[in-house]
């Protein structure tokens, strides 16, 4: 149902993800597979989120962080994955705008920063030459945006540590 690459990357997510999880700290709150309670009612499960089962879990990765922001366009797998994990972790559009001034600062031409991947954001990441450069701007925004977090919201620096693991410095491409 799923492509090899959506099937390999989110086998990757799933070890970051641990299955459930309610910290009182948390503002997503009540998690299973890192899907937040609000994202499983949103896609219609109503159940215990304990219960989750790990095939709705990957249908809604599915539909809303990868096939909704058009990471199936992309044709590097590098980026396609960060992009996946920056989305589940603060929101398929803040991970698309972390891309497109990612975009803006590597190449001439500027593309509007809208979260969304159209065309003309497609056109200048497949014309980029520079994917090194952009996994470590994307990583760069990724942190901003942790400290940003726990800036605002101190209880939030419990957190710092996890998200730090998500941020991958030393890809290859």
Known sequence: MYSKRFDEIFDNLLEIEKKYSNNKYDSGGETMFGITKRVARNHGYYGNMKDLSLKTATEIYFKTYWQQPGLNEIKSREIAEELFEQGVNMGPGVAVKNLQRALNLLLEQEIKVDGMIGPNTLKALHGCG????????????????????????PTQKNFIRGWLKRVEIRRKI
């Open 130 to 153: 520079y994917k090194e450069d952009l996994l470590r701007l994307l990583n760069g925004y990724q942190i901003k945006r942790y400290i940003e977090i726990c800036e605002n919201n």
